[in-house]
Protein backbone atom coordinates (compact mmCIF):
# COMPACT_ATOMS: atom_id res chain seq x y z
CA UNK A 1 0.00 0.00 0.00
CA UNK A 2 1.51 3.58 -1.17
CA UNK A 3 0.94 6.19 1.45
CA UNK A 4 2.02 9.42 0.32
CA UNK A 5 3.62 11.63 3.40
CA UNK A 6 3.24 15.59 2.61
CA UNK A 7 4.68 17.80 4.55
CA UNK A 8 5.82 21.78 4.23
CA UNK A 9 2.18 23.63 4.81
CA UNK A 10 1.98 26.58 7.03
CA UNK A 11 1.56 30.19 7.30
CA UNK A 12 3.06 32.83 5.49
CA UNK A 13 2.17 36.53 4.31
CA UNK A 14 1.06 36.78 0.80
CA UNK A 15 3.92 37.21 -1.44
CA UNK A 16 6.15 34.68 0.42
CA UNK A 17 7.02 31.31 -0.61
CA UNK A 18 6.54 27.90 0.61
CA UNK A 19 7.85 24.18 -0.17
CA UNK A 20 5.18 20.93 -0.22
CA UNK A 21 7.42 17.78 -0.36
CA UNK A 22 5.77 14.61 -0.77
CA UNK A 23 7.81 11.25 -0.30
CA UNK A 24 6.36 7.85 -1.50
CA UNK A 25 8.77 6.06 -0.54
CA UNK A 26 6.29 2.40 -1.14
CA UNK A 27 6.97 2.69 -4.85
CA UNK A 28 9.75 0.03 -5.81
CA UNK A 29 10.59 1.55 -9.06
CA UNK A 30 10.01 5.12 -10.99
CA UNK A 31 7.05 4.61 -12.55
CA UNK A 32 4.44 6.65 -10.72
CA UNK A 33 3.15 9.87 -11.30
CA UNK A 34 2.43 12.65 -8.76
CA UNK A 35 -0.47 15.18 -8.27
CA UNK A 36 -1.17 18.38 -6.13
CA UNK A 37 -4.59 19.16 -5.55
CA UNK A 38 -5.70 21.57 -2.99
CA UNK A 39 -9.26 21.70 -0.89
CA UNK A 40 -10.40 25.45 0.55
CA UNK A 41 -13.03 25.38 2.98
CA UNK A 42 -16.46 24.85 1.51
CA UNK A 43 -15.14 24.20 -1.89
CA UNK A 44 -14.24 21.19 -4.08
CA UNK A 45 -10.76 19.34 -4.19
CA UNK A 46 -9.17 20.79 -7.68
CA UNK A 47 -6.00 20.10 -9.27
CA UNK A 48 -2.62 22.23 -8.83
CA UNK A 49 0.04 20.17 -10.75
CA UNK A 50 1.14 16.76 -11.75
CA UNK A 51 4.49 15.53 -12.53
CA UNK A 52 5.63 12.16 -14.36
CA UNK A 53 8.27 10.52 -12.28
CA UNK A 54 9.25 8.64 -15.33
CA UNK A 55 10.48 11.28 -17.88
CA UNK A 56 9.80 14.68 -15.43
CA UNK A 57 7.22 16.16 -17.35
CA UNK A 58 4.74 18.44 -15.91
CA UNK A 59 1.49 20.37 -15.96
CA UNK A 60 0.22 22.97 -14.34
CA UNK A 61 -3.59 24.81 -13.50
CA UNK A 62 -3.74 28.30 -15.02
CA UNK A 63 -3.62 29.85 -11.59
CA UNK A 64 -0.22 28.13 -10.96
CA UNK A 65 1.52 28.89 -14.16
CA UNK A 66 4.24 31.34 -13.32
CA UNK A 67 4.49 31.02 -9.58
CA UNK A 68 4.63 27.43 -8.69
CA UNK A 69 7.22 24.75 -9.70
CA UNK A 70 7.49 21.14 -9.35
CA UNK A 71 10.63 19.16 -9.51
CA UNK A 72 11.84 15.44 -7.95
CA UNK A 73 14.16 13.90 -6.35
CA UNK A 74 13.78 10.22 -7.76
CA UNK A 75 16.22 8.49 -5.36
CA UNK A 76 14.24 9.77 -2.47
CA UNK A 77 11.00 9.00 -3.72
CA UNK A 78 10.49 12.45 -3.48
CA UNK A 79 8.33 14.92 -5.26
CA UNK A 80 8.21 19.08 -3.86
CA UNK A 81 6.41 21.34 -5.09
CA UNK A 82 8.06 25.36 -4.77
CA UNK A 83 4.85 27.78 -4.16
CA UNK A 84 6.24 31.78 -4.87
CA UNK A 85 4.07 34.50 -4.89
CA UNK A 86 1.12 32.94 -2.99
CA UNK A 87 -1.88 34.80 -2.33
CA UNK A 88 -4.72 34.56 0.00
CA UNK A 89 -6.56 32.28 -2.66
CA UNK A 90 -4.05 29.93 -2.14
CA UNK A 91 -5.26 29.32 1.25
CA UNK A 92 -6.24 25.75 1.28
CA UNK A 93 -5.40 21.82 2.50
CA UNK A 94 -3.07 20.47 -0.57
CA UNK A 95 -2.74 17.15 -0.67
CA UNK A 96 -0.55 14.96 -2.55
CA UNK A 97 -1.65 12.08 -4.88
CA UNK A 98 0.12 9.46 -6.37
CA UNK A 99 -0.16 6.17 -9.15
CA UNK A 100 1.24 4.07 -10.54
CA UNK A 101 0.21 4.60 -14.16
CA UNK A 102 2.93 5.95 -16.32
CA UNK A 103 2.36 9.21 -18.24
CA UNK A 104 4.13 10.93 -20.69
CA UNK A 105 5.05 13.68 -22.17
CA UNK A 106 3.20 16.39 -20.44
CA UNK A 107 0.01 14.29 -20.01
CA UNK A 108 -0.20 13.79 -16.68
CA UNK A 109 -4.02 13.78 -15.03
CA UNK A 110 -5.59 17.04 -13.22
CA UNK A 111 -8.88 14.37 -12.85
CA UNK A 112 -8.26 13.34 -8.89
CA UNK A 113 -9.98 9.95 -10.11
CA UNK A 114 -6.94 9.16 -11.99
CA UNK A 115 -4.69 9.09 -8.76
CA UNK A 116 -5.25 5.70 -6.55
CA UNK A 117 -3.62 6.36 -3.55
CA UNK A 118 -4.15 10.22 -1.24
CA UNK A 119 -1.94 11.83 1.58
CA UNK A 120 -3.28 13.41 4.65
CA UNK A 121 -3.10 16.60 3.31
CA UNK A 122 -0.75 19.69 4.53
CA UNK A 123 -2.51 23.24 5.45
CA UNK A 124 -1.15 26.12 3.65
CA UNK A 125 -2.40 29.22 5.03
CA UNK A 126 -1.74 32.89 3.17
CA UNK A 127 -2.67 36.01 5.34
CA UNK A 128 -1.49 39.21 6.88
Known amino acids: QVQPVESGGGLVEPGGSLRLSCVVS????????IGWFRQAPGKERSAVAC????????RYVDSAKGRFALSRDGAKKTVFLQMNNLRPDDTAVYYC?????????????????????WGQGTPVTVSS
Open 97 to 117: AATGVIYLRGTCPDNKFHYDY
Open 26 to 33: EFTDDSYT
Open 51 to 58: ISNSDGST
